[in-house]
């Protein structure tokens, strides 16, 4: 199966991407949403450490918009980012 995904990080402002995931199972597209939550982590301070970047399953009902200091877009999805605690 093909399945894409919103990726969105932030420091200042965020920056949100479509990624395309291939996988087979529920568990194997979970684990590379998690992978890229990772992948696309922000460093912030010595304070915070690293902030993993949230992750959606994209629909065509989201929420796009256009940064103001940074380019880019923001997103906000209709279905919500995953929790992976």
């Given at each position: 199966m093909?399945?894409?995904l919103i990726v969105s990080k932030m420091r200042y402002e965020t920056l949100a991407v479509t990624v395309d995931v291939n996988h087979e199972t529920e568990r194997g597209l979970?684990?590379?949403a998690k992978q890229l939550s990772n992948e696309h982590a922000v460093y912030w301070d010595n304070w915070e450490g690293c902030i993993p970047a949230q992750v959606?399953?994209?629909s065509k009902g989201d929420s796009w918009g256009?940064?103001?200091i940074?380019?880019?877009q923001w997103c906000q999805p209709v279905n919500d980012w995953?929790?992976?605690s």
């Open positions: 093909k399945t894409r979970m684990r590379r959606a399953i994209a256009y940064n103001s940074i380019s880019g995953l929790d992976f």
